[in-house]
Nanobody, 125 residues
């Protein structure tokens, strides 16, 4: 049974940084493309970033390009989201997701097979 567990969320001030981690267990990590999504209060869940199994291909939402970096360590079964220059509008619950089609880098929520429980990120102004 595949499980995804996020960590690293918290409360920071605008302009500061956070690094989120998501560990996958129950299957071979490199079989999956991995992504981060987020959901702010009263809003729909939205795509943030995705990384292909090899780590060589990534894609980002326009709202985070240049500030966020997604990476992965296949030896540690972990995907990361480095978030710099955080803004109050980045406040949300952040979810990691796994797509069994390891060659894709899709932004579509429905393509993802497994989801974590989420970690809260709050950015104060």
């Amino acid at each position: 049974q595949v499980q995804l567990v996020e960590s690293g969320g918290g409360l920071v001030q605008a302009g500061e940084s956070l690094r989120l981690s998501c560990a996958l267990s129950g299957d071979t990590f490199s079989r999956y493309a991995m992504a981060w999504f987020r959901q702010a209060p009263g809003k729909e869940r939205e795509f943030v970033a995705v990384i292909r199994w090899s780590g060589r291909t990534t894609d980002y939402a326009d709202s985070v390009k240049g500030r966020f970096t997604i990476s992965r360590d296949n030896a540690k079964n972990t995907v990361y989201l480095q978030m710099n220059s955080l803004k109050p509008e980045d406040t949300a619950v952040y979810y990691c997701a796994a797509d069994l089609n390891q060659w894709k880098t899709t932004q579509a929520m429905g393509a993802y097979d497994y989801w974590g429980q989420g970690t809260q990120v709050t950015v104060s102004s």
